[in-house]
């Protein structure tokens, strides 16, 4: 593989993404050092919420500590050159919530939908665009459709605005052809009108091989997160990436000497347990499920004493979709009833 | 004597609608509004023997005294409402809004209908279906104590979600959340609506969340909200329990599942079905009142 000379952007998701792993529960000062550090060690982009983005504070993924406008507030005025975005799911987070975390100073803004359903982005990518900000289109758990249907959703995303499209493996369940069929049909539609991204999750420890069939195939922006810090066995670890482009040849203009300080002297000691491929992670992007739910299903095997990998299976098996945590409880009890 | 009534909008809902009215003993469907002369909520409608008209509520205007139109049902979107709503009320017809425009006072039949006898309204409005579906549960705790937090997990399958409801997502947040205070009694709403694309589709499904104030009362709230699952299953046999009410701290949290009867779309789109029945219901309530003249429709400027 010769990626020789490519030119790609690095977006840390550790303080979104990571957010997951830690219950939402980031201190300011947390995120603040977390993001300064990335800043210093030359990574562009960063991605600042509640885990499942603006609005996410809930019962059902979790209250923040504190409120992304806390949060937001207290990241982007440190920032050197780092630029900050924010995620934001239609049907959870609203225009309203994208026009505070405007006011907050974001730069870029990833509008997600189910990859099937990116028609419920319209509001909130025109409204984007209206305001002048970096808009991608977030296509989530691109594992659970075709790359021809995936593209046709893109094109959706793309009319109403996005000039970003990721495809994200927000289950970890992609092997690397399945990513160069999905990146390499978004490339060869868009070409250099539209940016190409990938979100890889490392549930498979593809995290590192699918993130460079992204970029063989076209992608310029690639997702991961320092130290791996994210959902389920976490998200492509950033400082390996680093790492990698740079024997590689790729540019990605971030310090592997310097990443490597912040997720073994930052992030790592953040995490309540080690961010690492168990049986409950692998179970994740095994039978595709989304990597946000691991934490869900281990408290409900706590809870209702059902194993969190059969709870996985059984979501795997309905064809759950992201941001339908509330489902994990109810499946442990009706495998409980079952087995009584 | 039925009332006679239009349907504006041949989407999902005012499809569905059709069917729910047609066995209505005191509602009599005229006539079925769309915009799109080929669109399948029209067609039917013909079969039907409707009168039907693909120009909007423009197209049905001219015909409201000679068809004695007294009641409208709106499943248009949010964005039209506003305009449909002062077309029709200044022909004195009273609007049924399934839109989560929101412009009249919120309905969610088992909890606050007979509030709206007596008076005079001449538009209501119908939350949304995940309103509909969850805020009864919500009421059911916050009649046993005082609900500090309400959140609502609707997931509909990815087929029984129309264009309009894709389009305006945010409208569908705002307005159920803001119902989830005003009728369902938390002090404070959030609404959280998923799309799934599973094939078979999945019935639509309910989550309700409630933090209540001090300690629940366990017992008085599995009470409260079996008796009113039995109320909600007057109008939609099909919504049930599925698990639940489970305790955790002062979590209460509910589960629910909403089969549909299958009218128009198969029975998987419970969100249809209690969208549409909750407006019946709503609808023939006013009828009753418009026939013993405790209800007089006015038309307003």
């Not at chain 2, 409208?171 to 959030?190: L, N, S, W, Y």
Request: net charge negative; with cysteine.
């Amino acid at each position: 593989m010769d990626l020789k000379g490519k030119k790609i952007k690095l977006h840390d998701n550790a303080l979104r993404d990571g957010m997951h792993s830690v219950s939402h529960q980031f201190s300011l000062d947390d995120m603040v050092r977390m993001a300064v550090a990335l800043d210093e060690a030359g990574m562009p982009l960063i991605e600042v919420t509640h885990g499942d983005g603006l609005g996410g504070s809930s019962v059902n993924y979790g209250f923040g500590k504190h409120s992304n406008r806390e949060y937001l507030e207290a990241v982007v005025p440190k920032m050197k050159n780092a630029k900050i975005s924010a995620l934001l799911l239609p049907g959870l987070g609203t225009v309203d919530d994208l026009a505070m975390a405007v006011d907050c100073g974001i730069s870029t803004i990833r509008v997600a939908t189910h990859c099937t359903e990116a028609d419920v982005s319209e509001q909130h990518i025109l409204k984007a665009r209206g305001y002048g900000l970096d808009t991608v289109g977030f296509l989530m758990m691109a594992h659970m459709t075709s790359p021809e249907a995936l593209l046709e959703q893109a094109k959706k995303m793309v009319d109403y605005g996005a000039n970003c499209i990721y495809a994200t493996d927000s289950a970890g369940y992609l092997l690397p052809d399945d990513v160069t069929d999905r990146i390499g049909i978004l490339k060869a539609e868009f070409g250099d009108n539209v940016e190409i991204g990938f979100h890889g999750h490392h549930n498979l420890a593809m995290g590192i091989s699918n993130s460079l069939a992204a970029i063989e195939a076209g992608a310029t922006r690639i997702d991961g997160s320092v130290a791996g810090f994210g959902a389920g066995a976490g998200n492509t670890p950033l400082e390996v990436m680093v790492a990698v482009c740079d024997r590689m040849g790729i540019e990605t203009g971030v310090s592997v000497d310097k990443i490597m300080d912040v997720a073994e002297d930052i992030a790592l000691p953040l995490m309540p347990t080690p961010t690492r491929i168990d049986r409950d992670s692998l179970t994740l992007g095994y039978a595709g499920v989304y990597s946000s739910f691991l934490l869900h299903a281990k408290r409900a095997e706590k809870n209702h004493g059902v194993p969190a990998r059969e709870i996985l299976m059984e979501l795997g098996r309905m064809g759950a979709v992201g941001g339908q945590e509330d489902m994990i409880e109810d499946v442990a009890l009706e495998i409980k009833k079952k087995s009584a | 004597m039925a009332i006679n009534c239009a349907m504006i909008g041949s989407g999902n809902i005012g499809t569905d609608l059709m069917a729910k009215l047609q066995r209505s003993a005191n509602l009599n469907p005229v006539w079925m509004v769309g915009i799109d002369a080929e669109s399948d909520g029209l067609l039917k409608a013909q079969k039907a023997g409707l009168k039907t008209t693909h120009e909007g509520v423009d197209g049905l205007i001219p015909h409201i005294e000679e068809d004695n139109i007294q009641i409208a049902f709106d499943a248009t979107s949010a964005y039209v409402h506003g305009e449909n709503n002062r077309k029709l009320q200044e022909k004195g017809v009273l609007v049924i809004d399934l839109t989560p425009a929101a412009i009249g006072p919120f309905c969610v039949p088992p909890v606050n209908l007979k509030e709206h006898v007596g008076e005079q309204e001449m538009n209501v409005n119908m939350v949304t279906c995940g309103g509909q579906a969850t805020i009864p549960m919500v009421a059911a705790v916050s009649q046993v104590q005082a609900v500090e937090y309400g959140e609502i997990v609707a997931t509909v399958a990815s087929k029984s979600a129309g264009p309009g409801t894709r389009k305006n997502i945010d409208e569908f947040t705002r307005t159920t959340a803001q119902a989830v205070e005003q009728i369902g009694g938390a002090k404070k709403g959030k609404a959280i609506i998923i799309l799934n694309p599973a094939e078979p589709p999945l019935i639509m499904r309910d989550t309700v969340h409630c933090l209540t104030q001090t300690e629940p009362d366990q017992e008085a709230i599995t009470a409260s909200v079996h008796a009113m699952i039995k109320e909600v299953q007057k109008y939609v046999p099909g919504y049930t329990l599925k698990n639940g009410p489970v305790f955790d701290g002062n979590r209460v949290s509910i589960f629910l599942e909403v089969e549909g009867l299958g009218d128009y779309l198969p029975k998987y789109a419970g969100n249809l079905d209690i969208m549409t029945a909750s407006a019946t219901r709503t609808a023939e309530m006013f009828a009753e009142e418009i026939e013993n003249g405790t209800l007089t429709l006015k038309k307003l400027a």
